[in-house]
Structures are given as C-alpha cells and as structure tokens.
C-alpha cells in the first residue's frame, strides 16, 4: 500500500509539473554548493545564471581536491554552459579536467531531427531530445528516461523512485524537501558506472538542496547560499 501511495504522489508531482520548464528559476541569480567527502569539506560548485531577454545561459564551475597529509592526491576541475532559448535546450558544452586528464562533451539540439547531437569524450552520436544533461539543478530531470553526463557525454539510462517528503536541515535553515532515488535502469553495468545517488528538492521552490552518493567515500552536496 505504501508503494502504491509513493507511486500515485510521484504521478501527481510530475503531472503538475509537466509544463514548468524552467518558470521555477525565473528569479534565481546564483546557486552554490558545497562539497564533502567523508563528511570533510574538499570544495565546491557554484552556478550563475545569466539571462538576455529570452535567453538564459547557466555557467557552471566545479572546482574541488582531496588531500593527505598536505598531499593533493586527487585534483578536479570542470566548467561548463548550459543554454536556453524561450525556456528551451539549445545547447551545452564542458571542459573537466580529473587529475591532468582532460574531458569534454558539446551537446546542440538538432530542431530539423528533433534529436540532441553529441560530441564527447564518451560518446558520439544522436539521442532522444527528451534526455537531460546530468548538472541536477533542474527538477526536471527526475522525468528523463536517461541522463547524460555532463563530463563526457555518456548516456546513462535511468530509473527514479520519489520517497517521499522530508524535513532536512542545511546551514540552520529548515527544509521541506521531496526526496528522489536515481538508479540506473542497466543492471549489468559495472559498479563504477552504475547511478546510484540520493537527490532532494526545495518542495515549494524546486531549488536542489543537496545530493549524497558513494563512490570511494561518501560524498555530499549541500547548498551553502542562494539568490
């Protein structure tokens, strides 16, 4: 019965939802986040939207290293644009750099096929118009089949399950969040590859609060500001 009651409110939410767009981050400015391993502060990824009448360009930077003993053992770096036109996909590109090895992917819509074509360091190739690049602030992506990565371009194929509301705390400010599970729906992909992370959502605002996943260490983000 619980399942079945979890299943009718995810209905309900996506149903009411399905043609926001983007109309719930009109005001938003700026989004910031920080990241943990291990529950230790290693850095952070900030957003800034930019808009130009109808245009609406979100830059990203991801900028975070782990450290032992004052030794930096793992280095990252990434910046990327993701572009809107009348609340629309048009495009997105990226540079990620992961201890000196370079990556990237360039996605652009493809308005005569209807499809997302995709250059990456992954992948190459055509796919549904429906899928959604992988930068988690948009709510919407708890509607896609499949993701694709905002790193390399590879299309992971996923399946969400939405437990519920939850009261969340972040930096002394209460919450109402909605909590979402994202998996990958290819069971037979290696454990490295698979998607496995917990999401939630400002339940009035749709602003993404935090993330937690576990991948050599459990790792979190949490939104440190907002305007």
Do not use: C
């Not at 992971?156 to 109402?176: A, R, T, W």
Request: proline share 0%.
């Amino acid at each position: 019965m619980k399942k079945i009651l979890v299943s009718i409110i995810l209905y309900f939410f996506l149903s009411v939802n399905s043609f926001s767009h983007l109309e719930h981050y009109s005001e938003v400015k700026y989004l910031e986040y920080d990241l943990f391993r291990n529950n230790d502060l290693i850095g952070s990824h900030k957003y800034k939207f930019v808009r130009n009448n109808e245009k609406l360009t979100v830059k990203s930077v991801v900028n975070f290293k782990i450290t032992k003993l004052g030794i930096d053992l793992y280095k990252y770096f990434a910046e990327s644009n993701e572009n809107y036109e009348k609340n629309v996909f048009s495009s997105f590109d990226s540079k990620t750099i992961q201890n000196k090895k370079e990556k990237y992917v360039k996605i652009n819509l493809n308005k005569d096929k209807n499809k997302l074509l995709i250059d990456g360091s992954s992948y190459k190739g055509e796919t549904d118009i429906n899928y959604m690049v992988g930068t988690w602030w948009n709510h919407e992506i708890v509607k896609a089949k499949a993701q694709i990565s905002a790193i390399s371009g590879r299309i992971i194929e996923q399946k969400v399950e939405f437990l519920g509301k939850k009261q969340i705390e972040l930096n002394g400010k209460n919450y109402e969040a909605l909590h979402f599970k994202f998996l990958s729906s290819d069971e037979s992909l290696p454990e490295n590859k698979k998607l496995n992370t917990d999401i939630w959502y400002d339940a009035k605002t749709l602003i993404w609060l935090k993330a937690r996943f576990v991948k050599q260490g459990n790792w979190e983000y949490r939104l440190k500001k907002h305007n």
